[in-house]
């Protein structure tokens, strides 16, 4: 759905001149016809140095609020009020999956969640379970279909053994409005 990039290098051009801009963080969103921008520059800074240093970070600030207009991205400032949150944790502990793919077999165990409704954790490791998954298995297979957004759950929680999954009630687009990085995006200050 969508990529967090670290400390790209963005190229862009003003007053004819060629520019480089490296902010803190890209997010590029791969939801096609979605309402949302396709792009966003963030940049991320401590509370109390966005207080005390706001001269500081004025020039820095406009120059992102420019490199974003250039490029067709939004530009957003966030502090760790916005980052240190459950997601955070939750992306930490998820994130390993998007690298890999499930094996054939492991695919009939999503299926299976898929139809199962709304369940905890801990109950679709036991549905896989008694479809013969050993639970590091059955664990993988739950925490990757979230991780790939397969099966839906609220991330802005904790994710633990009492993490409700399900398909998303309100289809994909709902899916997109209420994940909690998308969320945070559309509600921080662009300076």
Not at 47 to 52: A, F, H, S
Request: hydrophobic share 40%; with cysteine.
């Amino acid at each position: 759905m969508y990529d967090l990039i670290t400390q790209p290098i963005i190229h862009y051009t003003l007053d004819s001149d060629r520019r480089r801009y490296t902010p803190d963080i890209v997010v590029q969103l791969h939801a096609a016809g979605s309402e949302l921008p396709s792009r966003y520059i963030i940049e991320v800074k401590r509370k109390d140095d966005l207080e005390r240093g706001a001269a500081t970070y004025a020039t820095r600030f406009e120059v992102g609020r420019i490199c974003a207009e250039k490029t067709g991205a939004v530009f957003r400032v966030m502090d760790e009020s916005r980052i240190r949150t459950p997601y955070l944790s939750n992306a930490r502990l998820l994130s390993h999956h998007l690298g890999t793919d499930l094996a054939d077999h492991e695919e009939n165990g999503v299926d299976r969640l898929r139809r199962a409704g709304p369940i905890t954790v801990a109950e679709a490791i036991l549905l896989l379970g008694a479809d013969g998954f050993a639970e590091p298995d059955a664990r993988h297979i739950v925490e990757h279909s979230v991780a790939r957004r397969r099966i839906w759950a609220d991330l802005s929680s904790p994710f633990t053994d009492d993490t409700l999954v399900t398909l998303h009630p309100n289809g994909i687009s709902a899916a997109i409005r209420s994940d909690p990085i998308l969320c945070m995006l559309q509600d921080a200050p662009d300076e």
